[in-house]
């Protein structure tokens, strides 16, 4: 199961497919070993050698050993707990693409596969009296990602970036000790605005500071800016009670419509408004401090390139 939930985190669906009901099946046998050892027996002739070793001297390691395949495991493990919580449709999915009689091409459709284990797998490990989140280690929060009913599919898009962002820093983490990981970490965090280049997330886009909700580091905010000028006016007395004024310009105001998110230390990447919102970083149209956006920006060069407004 845990090559099969890292395998979900890089999009790797096929070999989701593969490893989720093999994890099924290996934690279903666990569960009728221990109601009784012969319930991993298949009904056939040439099993009979393995149910009379199973009744008598139990032993996984016994190299003539048969056991059932997944889909009379499952119909074994209904009986036994009462019931799964997926319907035989889903069950007979599972089989099919565990026995490689249904051929998996998209990852919605091996994200659903997955869940379907993962919730079998629940029962399984409640009846065995098993913490799940000692099973599933580092992969808890993202199993309850998982099966959480109420997710949406972008919901579920942003959490499989979120896991595959946590993989790559664990996995810089482990290549590193602890001081040279600090170091390197903060580096690539100062080194934000100059190794990520907007140009790669959209046209004509620019970028301020933002906190990266997976790892905390300060990424990047890319969106389209508008700016418009504050004007004031200056009064001058003509005499005689009367005045003439004239516009002034009293700076700049300047707006970001966020259309994507990267972070130059966890790799993780968000596109598009609806990403954004799912992992709560700013999803609308709001304004930004014009010194957010760096020396490089000039409002007034901005507004002339874009609005064509004279000088």
């Known amino acids: 199961m845990d090559d099969a939930l890292n395998a979900w985190a890089v999009d790797d669906y096929g070999k989701v497919a593969v490893l989720a009901p093999l994890a099924v099946e290996h934690l279903g046998k666990a569960v009728l ?5 012969v319930l991993v027996v298949p009904l056939t002739p040439d099993a009979e050698a393995s149910l009379f070793s199973l009744a008598t001297q ?11 395949g997944l889909a009379i495991l499952l119909r074994r493990l209904a009986q036994l707990l009462g019931g799964l919580p997926i319907d035989p449709k889903r069950c007979t999915r599972m089989v099919e693409i565990r026995n490689g009689a249904m051929h998996v091409g998209s990852p919605a459709q091996s994200r ?23 099973f599933y280690g580092g992969h808890q929060v993202n199993v ?25 820093l664990s996995e810089l983490e482990q290549r590193l000790d602890g001081e040279l ?7 690539l965090e100062a080194s934000a605005a100059d190794a990520l280049d907007p140009d790669d997330f959209g046209i004509g886009l620019w ?6 909700p997976e790892c905390g580091s300060k990424g990047r905010l890319f969106g389209h800016v508008d700016v418009d000028a504050e004007v004031d006016y200056d009064v001058e007395p003509l005499g005689n009670g009367k005045y003439d004024s004239y516009p002034v310009l009293a700076g700049w105001s300047v707006a970001l419509s966020p259309r994507a998110f990267a972070c130059n230390v966890c790799r993780l990447t968000l596109q598009g408004p609806e990403e954004l919102a799912e992992s709560g970083l700013p ?21 002339d390139s874009e609005y064509g407004i004279p000088d």
């Open 181 to 187: 990981f600090e170091e390197t970490t903060e580096r």
């Open 33 to 37: 070993w221990r109601e009784n050892p």
């Open 207 to 212: 970028g301020v500071d933002a906190t990266c």
């Open 58 to 68: 139990p032993d996984l390691a016994s190299p003539k050993l048969r056991t059932v």
């Open 283 to 303: 999803a609308s149209r709001h304004e930004v401090a014009l010194e957010d956006l760096g020396e490089d920006f000039d409002p007034e060069l901005f507004a």
């Open 112 to 134: 659903h596969v997955l869940i379907d284990c993962l919730a079998v797998c629940g029962v399984l490990l409640e009846r065995m009296g098993e913490d799940p989140r000692t």
């Open 144 to 168: 309850l990602a998982l099966l959480d009913e109420q997710r949406t599919e972008v919901g579920h898009r942003v959490a499989a970036k979120l896991a595959r962002a946590r993989r790559q």
